[in-house]
């Protein structure tokens, strides 16, 4: 596996133009963020930033309280919200507010879907056995299989 400096991970772009390496794929990309201390939320949507024309930096902050189910684990995976907010980068567009919200909403509930029938659910406790005592995905894999579900439904695979 090629694993980038975190440094170097958000600047994707640039890196390859100075060096004409092949970047690691964002799968291996958001796992990367994630060891280095990045939420679940932040690893997946930071991952899609420059795809959609927006500053890594920001998608960071902006996705910091979607990390451990909104949390409290009560609400949806991080990694499911990161990819939903992947999902706004690509479809809302400023010049047409307020008219982009539907197609959004799809891109989102396919999303939702499609990682609840892989998974068994898209909440955090759930997916970690909190209740049950038994752990349905680990917070890596549900980071592989939100980055890979949003490739595919957002038309990146």
């Known amino acids: 596996m090629f694993l980038l400096p975190v440094y170097n991970i958000l600047n994707t772009v640039s890196l390859r133009k100075k060096t004409g390496e092949k970047m690691a794929d964002r799968k291996e990309r958001a796992a990367v963020l994630h060891a280095s201390g990045y939420n679940c939320a932040q690893s997946v949507a930071c991952v899609f930033a420059e795809d959609f024309g927006f500053d890594a930096d920001e998608v960071y902050r902006l996705t910091e309280g979607l990390g451990l189910g909104m949390g409290n684990m ?12 992947a999902a706004g980068m690509k479809n809302s ?21 499609k990682f609840r029938q892989k998974n068994g659910s898209v909440i955090c406790a759930d997916l970690k056995g909190v209740k049950t005592g038994t752990v349905l995905r680990s917070c890596p894999g549900c980071i592989d299989d939100a980055v890979e579900i949003a490739e595919e439904v957002l038309g990146l695979k």
């Open 74 to 85: 009560e609400c949806t995976c991080g990694a499911v919200s990161g990819a939903v907010a």
């Open 93 to 113: 567009d400023l010049s047409r507010k307020g008219k982009t919200k539907a197609g959004t909403y799809a891109l989102a509930r396919q999303i939702n879907e």
